[in-house]
């Protein structure tokens, strides 16, 4: 599985910004995908993830409530909807995949085995 993260930039608190990552591979469809973010100098954070099918989701506690992670198999894509962004959202956003059913409830970057490159998202306030 290979992956490309876009839709990162500069946006004011407040904001909203959706995040994509195209996934290339047969396999994707029966992957877990995720969202994790790194801020300068701070270990990489879980932010989502969803199963297979989109029924399942889990969410880091600092996103809760304000965003969305869903996918669209047709298109091999996961997103991130992130609404009402606060500057401490600043970092850089890495999707990850992993082919394995149980990563659904690892919140770590240990469950992971692929990665995309990342995208800057920044918050001013």
């Known amino acids: 599985v290979q992956l490309q993260a876009s839709g990162g930039g500069l946006v004011q608190a407040g904001d909203s910004l959706r995040l994509s990552c195209a996934a290339s591979?047969?396999?994707?469809?029966?992957?877990?995908m995720a969202w994790f973010r790194q801020a300068p100098g701070k270990e990489r954070e879980f932010v989502a993830n969803?199963?297979?099918?989109?029924?399942?989701?889990y969410y880091g506690e600092s996103v809760k409530g304000r965003f969305a992670i869903s996918r669209d198999n047709r298109k091999n894509t996961v997103y991130l909807q992130m609404n009402s962004l606060k500057p401490e959202d600043t970092a850089v956003y890495y999707c990850?995949?992993?082919?394995?059913?149980?990563?659904?409830?690892?919140?770590?970057?240990?469950?992971?085995?692929?990665w995309g490159q990342g995208t800057q998202v920044t918050v001013s306030s």
């Open positions: 990850a995949a992993s082919l394995r059913p149980s990563s659904l409830v690892v919140l770590t970057v240990w469950g992971y085995d692929y």
């Open positions: 591979g047969r396999t994707f469809s029966g992957s877990v």
């Open positions: 969803v199963n297979w099918n989109g029924g399942s989701t």
